[in-house]
Structure formats: C-alpha cells, structure tokens
C-alpha cells in the first residue's frame, strides 16, 4: 500500500526532471515531491531540460513536463542547436531516446483542441495530469507512473508512424 503523505524508500533514491515554465508551478511540483523524498532536477524551457538530461551523470527516474513550453525570449538561431527549442512531446521523445528507462508524466492547462492548434498531439495511453491539479493527485499519479510499466512514446523506428515528422515540418521551430 502506498501513503500519499510519507515519502517511501522507493521514492528517497528516485530522481525526477521537472519541466515547467510556470515558476509557481514549478515551486509547487518541487516542494510536493522533495516532501516525499525524490531529488528534483528543475528546467524552464526544453534546451535546459535536454542540457540537464545530457550532463546529469546519475538516474533520471521520471520526466513530467509540461506540453506547451514557449521560449522565455526571442532567440535568433545561427545554425542547428544541440538542445533545440520543441514541445513537450518532443521533448519527451528526445529524452526516452537519451536515457530509454525514464518515465514520462505530462501536464497541461490547455485542452486537447488547444494544443492541437499548437501541433501537439497527446496520445491517449500517455501519462497525463490536467493543471490545476491537488498536490496529493500530483504525488498519487507519479507514484501511479514510476511503479507501472514504461510507456513506449512512438519514436519513429520504435512503434511511431513518421506521422509527428510531417506535421513537425509545418509548424513554427520554437515548439517542434
């Protein structure tokens, strides 16, 4: 049986990459889980999210990231980048490829229509929390997460159609 208010052993040596570019999100996410005992690897945007992920020499046990991760400023690209701007979706992707054991949870204040409108589209058997969510469903639903299986996030050559590919090509580079 889990206790949704005590950390548990499993959670004392788990390490999470918190993706947010809400500070107060972020503030809450990390304050809830440090309670419970995860360490907290904290980004605001994708490049920094897929830096940390690269550089963090220990286990990374869940990506939960926001879908939609605007740029905090104008950025001017000068050639390609090893941590490009992108989604959470793609985001996730990259991530599940650099360190293919980590489970991903998603969070969005947006509905599904409006982030279709963004190029996102979020598969069904995904993880996902809706913001605003109850501290103690944010610690149930990683809990929930880290102990089921890891889901597959349809990377193409792995499960994924080319399909997110296509539609990548027609939307605007900050988000994907």
């Known amino acids: 049986m889990v206790e ?6 499993e959670s ?36 920094e ?4 992920c690269s550089r963090h020499s220990g286990p990374i046990h869940l990506l939960l990231t926001d879908l939609l991760l605007p740029p905090k400023r104008l950025q001017l690209a000068a050639g390609p980048s090893k941590f490009p701007r ?5 985001l996730m992707r990259r991530v599940v490829k650099m360190r293919p054991d980590i489970r991903v949870l998603l969070m969005s204040a947006h509905s599904d229509d409006v982030l279709k409108g963004y190029g996102i589209k979020r598969k069904e058997h995904w993880p996902f929390l809706r913001k605003p969510f109850n501290p103690d469903t944010l610690i149930r639903v990683v809990r929930e997460v ?4 890891r889901i597959a996030p349809d990377v193409k050559g792995k499960g994924g159609s080319g399909e997110e590919e296509e539609e990548k090509k027609k939307k605007p580079d900050w988000y994907g």
């Open 4 to 9: 949704h208010g005590h950390p548990t052993p």
């Open 86 to 90: 992108m989604h959470g979706v793609e």
């Open 12 to 47: 004392r040596s788990q390490t999470v990459l918190l993706v947010d570019d809400d500070p107060s999100m972020v503030a809450l996410c990390r304050k809830k889980l440090e309670e419970q005992g995860f360490k907290v690897l904290q980004a605001s945007e994708s490049p």
């Open 49 to 52: 999210a897929l830096e940390t």
């Open 146 to 149: 880290m102990a089921g299986p």
